[in-house]
Every structure is written in C-alpha cells, then in structure tokens.
C-alpha cells in the first residue's frame, strides 16, 4: 500500500539515483539520441525532490499530482511529458485506492502509452514498466528482473523517440529511459512499499 | 482587418528556428496571428509546458493550427491542448511546408475544410 511517507521516500529514493547516475543517463542519450536524458532528468527530478520536501500532503493522490507537474514543467524533454502523464494517471488511480499497487502502475504504464502511444518492443520506457508491471502482479518484483528489463532494451531496435531515427543502428546501445524507469522500480524496491 | 479567428502557432526545440520560421510565415501572412515557442524555460534546446502555454494564450486567435519540429515538442504540445480553452490542431506536417501552407491560406481568407485538405498530403510524421 502506497502512503504518502513510502511514496516520498520512494520519488526521493529515485532522484537521488538519477543525481548519481546524471552523467551515465546522458551518456547512454548520447550513443543513441541527443546527449540530455541525464540531465532533463536529474533537472526535474530535483524540482520534483524540492515540491515534495516542501509540502505537506494530505494524500498520494496530491503528492503523485504535483510530482506530475513539476516534472512535466521542468524535464524539458520527451521523458518530461512521459514520465508526467504516468505520475498523473498514477494520481488519479491513487484517489480511487493506494492498497492496490499494481493497479497504480498500470495506471502509470497506461499514461506513458497515451501520451507516447508506443508499445512494449520499441525500445523505450514502456519496456520496463510493462516488465515490472508483470513482475508486481506475479510477485516477482527483484532487482534482477528489473535488470533484465533494462538489459533487453539493448538488443532492441529503435522505433519510438529519437533513436528510432537511427534504426539498425539503434541496437547494441541501451535505452536510457529504460535505464532511468529502471532506478525508479529500484527505488521502489528499496521503500518498502511492496511486501 | 477585424480579428482573425485562426491561428498559427510554432513549437521547436530551437528559438532561431522557431523564431526564423515565423518571419518566414509573416512574409506571405502578415495579417495572422502567428506565435511561437522554441526550446526550455532557460533557453537551451528542447521544449517548455510554460512557453508553449504561452504562446497559446497569448495568440490572438481562438483556434490554431499547431506545428511542432520532433518528439517532445508533441508531447508537451498535447500537455498544453488538454489543460487549455482554445481549440487546437496539432498538425503532423513537415513543419516548414506545412505552416507555410496554413499561414499563406488563412491570410487568403481559405475556410478550414480547405487548409486541412492542402495540409493532409504534407503528413510526414
Ligand atoms: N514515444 C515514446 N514513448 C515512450 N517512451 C519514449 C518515447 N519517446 C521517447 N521515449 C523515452 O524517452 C527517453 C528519452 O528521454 P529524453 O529526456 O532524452 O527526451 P528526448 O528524446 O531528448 O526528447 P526530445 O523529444 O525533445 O528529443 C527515451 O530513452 C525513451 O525511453
Ligand atoms: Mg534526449
């Protein structure tokens, strides 16, 4: 069950992981896009870390809805809509239950379709919310299945965001924003949030 | 001229190519409201929810045609059309053939069935 001290915790745990990884994050963007996940995401992140330090909320519903704009208004790239239109579906599916924590992640995965409309496969984020989507609902949520699904990326070809203007040349690198979905079930993982 | 019902507004990652598409669009359309934005809050290449916004609003028309250069100045785009009034078309043309094509016709006085119908064949992504 998400309460608004574990998802604190949880969204802190993961900016925290982002300011670490800031550089490798843009690095991998490098290879295979424009060189700036790492910092698009450690710039919203830390605004995002900033809101929530600052506020008092009265629920995760709120929490997941500011998280939401201030990364939609301060990212500055793809990742800032995606990852904003997931922590906003997330907020609504909060308001009608935090027990359920799967059904929030699955609210989330969906937000990123809409607003991204790519599928599992096409070597983006999308593939590892979907993997750790399946591993809540199985119980097998470890930091090696998220692992995997990170490095699964790798052997795909690019066919949503910028790398997929790369196409062949696309595999054999990473998908960043997997990378960086990857440090969010990490987070997760560590916040015990899931029993 | 009374007040133009249509619009034109730019969205890229870049302010000089925003900013340059808009003075060529002027050239052939100096009666449209055409705005822009181009790159983040600080001015460095990407996109802004605040200036995109922005530009929106700040749009004297009431409908607006709305093109964008690549991924997340879609994204944010989409962002910006859910939480605002005005009525948007969010256009997947090539972004230079494809606002030259509705700026040229909204300042001939074309009706929007008219400008869609020239602009559907410049679909590009
Ligand atoms: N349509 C999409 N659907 C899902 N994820 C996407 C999509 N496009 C990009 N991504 C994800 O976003 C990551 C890139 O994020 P980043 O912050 O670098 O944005 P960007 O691609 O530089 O943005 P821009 O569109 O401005 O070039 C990719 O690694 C990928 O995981
Ligand atoms: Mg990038």
């Known amino acids: 069950m998400l309460t608004v001290e574990n998802t604190t915790t949880w969204l802190v745990t993961f900016t925290d992981k982002i300011t670490q990884q800031t550089a490798y994050l843009s690095e991998l963007d490098q290879a295979i896009g424009d ?94 919310w979907a993997a750790a989507l399946d591993a809540l609902d199985t ?40 990378v960086s979905t990857g440090y969010l079930f990490e987070a997760m993982l560590e916040g015990d949030i899931i029993q | 001229m009374t007040q133009a019902h249509f619009g034109v507004v730019i969205v890229s990652h870049v302010p000089e190519l925003a900013k340059g598409l808009v003075a060529l669009l002027k050239e052939s359309a ?53 939480m605002t009034d005005k009525q948007i078309h969010l256009m997947d043309t090539a972004l230079v053939e494809g606002a030259f094509t509705a700026a040229a016709l909204l300042q001939g006085g074309a009706p929007l069935e008219r400008i869609m119908q020239q602009l559907k064949p410049l679909t590009v992504k």
């Open chain 1, 35 to 128: 060189g700036d996940h790492g910092s698009n995401m450690a710039r919203g992140t830390t605004a995002m870390k900033a809101k929530l330090e600052n506020t008092a909320f009265t629920s995760v519903s709120e929490l997941f809805k500011v998280a939401a704009m201030t990364l939609i208004s301060t990212v500055g790239g793809a990742s800032g809509p995606l990852y904003g239109s997931a922590f906003l579906a997330m907020s609504k599916q909060a308001e009608a239950s935090t027990e359920d924590v799967p059904a929030i992640i699955k609210a989330g995965l969906e937000g990123i379709q809409k607003r991204g409309k790519a599928e599992r496969g096409e070597k983006t984020m999308v593939d590892v």
């Open chain 2, 30 to 82: 100096k009666d449209v409201p055409i705005t822009y934005s181009g790159g983040t809050d600080d001015g460095d290449i990407g996109s802004s929810f605040t200036n995109i916004s922005q530009a929106i609003e700040e749009n004297t028309a009431d409908e607006i045609f709305a093109f964008y250069d690549l991924g997340s100045a879609k994204m944010t785009l989409e962002m910006v059309m859910e």
């Open chain 1, 139 to 178: 119980n097998t949520l470890t930091h090696h299945t998220i692992e995997e699904a990170v490095h699964e990326t790798k052997h795909i070809q690019a066919t949503k965001g910028r790398a997929a203007y790369l196409a062949d040349r696309s595999v054999g690198h990473l998908d960043p924003g997997a």
